[in-house]
Nanobody, 125 residues
Framework: VQLQAYGGGLVQAGGSLRLTCAVS????????MGWFRQAPGKEREFVGA?????????RYADSVKGRFTVSRDNARNMVYLQMNSLKPEDTAVYYC??????????????????WGQGTKVTVSS
């Protein structure tokens, strides 16, 4: 099972960036696909997540609600994180992760069993 995140880079505040998570090695039809981030000196935190089935609402952290969008392309086995109106405080290493299906989309990293390697996003002011 592999999750590979890419698409990070340097962007100015107010700009946009799209991260991609390529999924391979198994079928994630019953899984929840999430994004987390870890800023320097801080703990890893939940960003947003979507059900691979597409059923039910997507969940977001309050800090990114209205600016970030999580989506998936089942045919391509890809999960995306579209980030708009980026702020310097969005600077972090971003990780994609997968969790077994649950009634409520979890925001705890412990609920996610599979993790990608992370991609770094730097937002300059």
């Amino acid at each position: 099972v592999q999750l590979q995140a890419y698409g990070g880079g340097l962007v100015q505040a107010g700009g946009s960036l799209r991260l991609t998570c390529a999924v391979s090695g198994r079928t994630f039809s019953n899984y929840i696909m999430g994004w987390f981030r870890q800023a320097p000196g801080k703990e890893r935190e939940f960003v947003g997540a979507v059900r691979w089935s597409g059923v039910g609402p997507t969940r977001y952290a309050d800090s990114v609600k209205g600016r970030f969008t999580v989506s998936r392309d089942n045919a391509r086995n890809m999960v995306y994180l579209q980030m708009n109106s980026l702020k310097p405080e969005d600077t972090a290493v971003y990780y994609c992760a997968a969790a077994a299906a649950k009634v409520v989309i979890p925001d705890r990293e412990g609920a996610y069993s599979y993790w990608g390697q992370g991609t770094k996003v730097t937002v300059s002011s």
